[in-house]
Every structure is written in C-alpha cells, then in structure tokens.
C-alpha cells in the first residue's frame, strides 16, 4: 500500500522559506505514470493546488505561487520537497503531498502538515 | 474565488439522493477529465470519482459522477449520516497551465 508522509517545520516565520519534504513508501516515486504534487488548505477554507513534478525533475507551478515556489525530487530518497519563498500569515494552511495520476486525479494522499506563518 | 464553482451547500434526508454540481468553462471541464473527492474535518482529502465518471476500488457505487460541455456532477444516492462532509472536484484548467478546484460543497444529512 503506497503511503506519503509530509515532514518539516510546523512553524515559519514571515518573510522566511517553508520548506517540506514528502517521503513516500510502497512504491517508487520513479515511475513515469506518476507526478508527486502539493496542495495546500487554509483554515476552514477549500483546497488549493500548489503544483508537481515528474521523476525526470520537470514541473508545473501554480501561476499565482509560481515566483515563490520551488518543487524538487529526490530518487534515490524517494523523496520530493517543497519550498515556498517571502511566506506571509496568507501562507499559513495544511499542506498535502499526493500521487497524481494523467487525467489529473490525486489517488494518495499524505495526512497534512499544518503550516503556520508567525513571528 | 475559484475557477470552478460549487454550491456551499446541499441537503437531504437519510436514504435520499443529492447531487452536487461544479461548473467551469470550456479551458477546464470542459476539455478535461474532472475528479471528485470526500472530505471530513480533520482529514486528507480521499478520492471518489476520477475520470469524470470513474470509481477507484473500494467506493460504493451509490456515489456517481457525470460530465456535460462545461459542468460536473458528483451524485449520492441512498444517503447516510456517514456521508456528511465536504466534498470537492478537481481538474485541470488549459488556460491556466495549472489544477484548479471548487470551492467545495458541504453535504449535511437532515
């Protein structure tokens, strides 16, 4: 069974880089089928999509966050990581890694992260 | 505001039928396959449809999902106090380069 744990710092100061990793198990983040993507979640609000990377390095951002973040992957970690620059409180949310699948679909999903953008 | 629209909210009694709608535009639903997924408080999101009309193993089929042009719809039939959550579709939006979703729709169970 696939599974994917985000890790990193729960607390970020504003102006700061968030930083998160997604580690995943049960499976090989190297497959070509699939991306491994960010969303995010405010407090009580809906989702956001953050964006992806396929295990060849290539990604696809979010146009409103595409100055500020960065999505990189790790093979022979099997790993893939999110930075996001300049966070302010609009940054703070839950962050979910997640298997993406062609058709545009998010079939695993990691438990979240709550994030919180605080002096 | 999202680039797909979702009613906040529907209701029904145990053992009835809602459905939830999610209108787009012809750069998202409209030329791509939508997803729909389940959400209770505290919890990741959990894939129900994807595909527009495509049940992943383990989802009960009284949980559907259709397309037509530019709109979606998640349909529960037989409903349970055990669906009461929010629920959200997804897809993929040309015009944007990005994956866009509702804003969500909360299902109460009366």
């Given at each position: 069974?696939?599974?994917l744990q985000e890790s990193?710092?729960?607390?970020v100061q504003p102006s700061q880089t968030l930083s998160l990793t997604c580690t995943v198990s049960g499976g090989s983040i190297s497959s070509s089928i699939y991306s491994w993507s960010w969303i995010r979640q405010p407090p009580g609000k809906g989702l956001e999509w953050i964006g992806f990377i396929y295990h060849s390095g290539?990604?696809?951002?979010?146009?409103?966050?595409r100055s500020r973040v960065t999505i990189s992957i790790d093979t022979s970690r099997n790993q893939f990581s999110?930075?996001?620059?300049s966070v302010t409180a609009a940054d703070t949310a839950v962050y979910y890694c997640a298997r993406r699948e062609i058709g545009e679909f998010f079939d695993y999903w990691g438990q979240g992260i709550l994030v919180t953008v605080s002096s | 505001q999202s680039v797909l629209t979702q009613p906040p909210s529907v209701s029904a009694a145990p053992g009835q039928k809602?459905?939830?709608?999610?209108?787009?535009?012809?750069?998202?639903?409209g030329n791509n396959y939508v997803s729909w997924y389940q959400q209770f408080p505290g919890t990741a999101p959990k894939l129900l449809i994807s595909d527009n009309d495509k049940r992943p193993s383990g989802i009960p089929d009284r949980f559907s999902g259709?397309?037509?042009?530019?709109?979606?719809t998640l349909g529960i039939t037989g409903l349970q106090t055990g669906d009461e959550a929010v629920y959200y579709?997804?897809?993929?939006d040309n015009s944007l380069g990005a994956g866009v979703f509702g804003g969500g729709t909360k299902v109460t169970v009366l």
């Amino acid at each position: 069974q696939l599974q994917l744990q985000e890790s990193g710092s729960g607390l970020v100061q504003p102006s700061q880089t968030l930083s998160l990793t997604c580690t995943v198990s049960g499976g090989s983040i190297s497959s070509s089928i699939y991306s491994w993507s960010w969303i995010r979640q405010p407090p009580g609000k809906g989702l956001e999509w953050i964006g992806f990377i396929y295990h060849s390095g290539s990604t696809y951002y979010s146009p409103s966050l595409r100055s500020r973040v960065t999505i990189s992957i790790d093979t022979s970690r099997n790993q893939f990581s999110l930075k996001l620059s300049s966070v302010t409180a609009a940054d703070t949310a839950v962050y979910y890694c997640a298997r993406r699948e062609i058709g545009e679909f998010f079939d695993y999903w990691g438990q979240g992260i709550l994030v919180t953008v605080s002096s | 505001q999202s680039v797909l629209t979702q009613p906040p909210s529907v209701s029904a009694a145990p053992g009835q039928k809602v459905t939830i709608s999610c209108s787009g535009s012809s750069s998202n639903i409209g030329n791509n396959y939508v997803s729909w997924y389940q959400q209770f408080p505290g919890t990741a999101p959990k894939l129900l449809i994807s595909d527009n009309d495509k049940r992943p193993s383990g989802i009960p089929d009284r949980f559907s999902g259709s397309k037509s042009d530019t709109s979606a719809t998640l349909g529960i039939t037989g409903l349970q106090t055990g669906d009461e959550a929010v629920y959200y579709c997804g897809t993929w939006d040309n015009s944007l380069g990005a994956g866009v979703f509702g804003g969500g729709t909360k299902v109460t169970v009366l």
